[in-house]
């Protein structure tokens, strides 16, 4: 079965920096792979997928995400944080054999002034 | 055009009761998916439905069970409720065939067990 680590639960930036959130899965067959955010209180919202078409991927309010497979990764990052960005953030990892998604424990991205 | 929409928001049980959660999927998703986010956890698949069968299930024990309805709808039951059942509780929907397609979520159950 396929599974995803996100490496640090919680990552702090000020304003304007760069923003890195990293991710590792483990696949037995090529994956499919997906940033989410989720807001206090809400389900979760897509940024970004990769599904086996360009290795860097654009999404949503700025974010991008590279597919490298030597290194099993799928790191999110956005040039300029923004306070808006402040969330919970999901790596996942999908079978596109079954449209199984399993998530990653998340990491809580804060953003001082 | 509607997103995926649970209900109830919020329910408060007692332990060893009883709770069905419910769910309609977007509209032309014909999959529907369950997890469990405890809080500050990341989303724990329960199991997944499509055709009106259990397709997928993850680790949970036999006390979760589902059904999905011909309109696509979905149930998540769970019985004799522990205080570890508390969580928010996520519906996704899916088209099956899409496989590529990314999940639509619902805001979730947030599910209280005293």
């Known amino acids: 079965a396929q599974s995803v680590t996100q490496l640090g639960s919680h990552v702090s930036v000020s304003e304007g920096a760069l923003v890195l959130l990293r991710c590792n899965y483990s696949?037995?067959?090529?994956?499919?792979l997906f940033w989410y955010v989720q807001y206090p209180n809400q389900g979760l919202q897509l940024l970004l997928k990769?599904?086996?078409?360009?290795?860097l991927v654009k999404g949503i309010n700025g974010f991008e995400a590279e597919f490298k497979k030597s290194e099993t990764s799928f790191h999110l990052t956005k040039p300029s944080a923004h306070m808006s960005d402040a969330a919970e953030y999901f790596c996942?990892?999908?079978?596109?054999?079954?449209?199984?998604?399993?998530f990653g424990a998340g990491t809580r991205l804060t953003v001082k002034p | 055009d509607a997103g995926v929409t649970q209900s109830p928001t919020h329910l408060i049980k007692t332990r060893g009761q009883q709770v069905t959660l419910r769910c309609s999927p977007k509209?032309?998703?014909?999959?529907v998916s369950w997890y469990q986010q405890a809080l500050g956890q990341g989303p724990q698949f329960i199991f997944q439905?499509?055709?009106?069968?259990?397709?997928q299930r993850g680790n949970f024990p036999d006390r979760f069970s589902g059904h999905q309805f011909p309109n696509y709808s979905s149930e998540l039951n769970v019985n004799a409720l522990l205080l570890g059942d508390s969580a928010l509780y996520l519906c996704?929907?899916?088209?099956?065939?899409?496989?590529?397609?990314?999940?639509?979520f619902g805001s979730g159950t947030r599910l209280t067990v005293v």
């Open positions: 696949s037995s067959v090529p994956p499919y």
């Open positions: 996942a990892v999908s079978d596109p054999r079954n449209n199984d998604m399993r």
């Open positions: 996704a929907s899916s088209f099956f065939l899409d496989r590529d397609d990314s999940y639509t």
């Open positions: 439905y499509y055709e009106e069968e259990e397709r």
């Open positions: 509209s032309g998703h014909d999959t």
């Open positions: 990769y599904t086996s078409a360009a290795t």
